[in-house]
């Protein structure tokens, strides 16, 4: 999926401002692709933005609990 593959792009390469415009616009396509919701609770976690961060994780857990991103994210998190 070339969305998601510029997402993980901006990602690597710092652009989390465009990186997070990538994100919302994949999921309004596809509201429950892990990957991305994954990616864009580490962008919210790099701009700051905690709350967010930790919520988007929590959300990716309510459907699949053994999501190891998700909850490698919030043991950062809440550290």
Known sequence: ML?????????????????????????????????ALNNLAQ???????FDRAIKTSLSILEYEPDNIHALSNLTRLYS
């Open 43 to 49: 962008i919210f976690a790099m701009q700051d933005d």
């Open 3 to 35: 969305q998601h593959d510029e997402l993980r792009y901006d990602l690597a390469h710092g652009e989390f401002h465009h990186g997070q415009k990538v994100a919302e616009k994949l999921l309004r396509k596809f509201p429950n692709f892990v990957p």
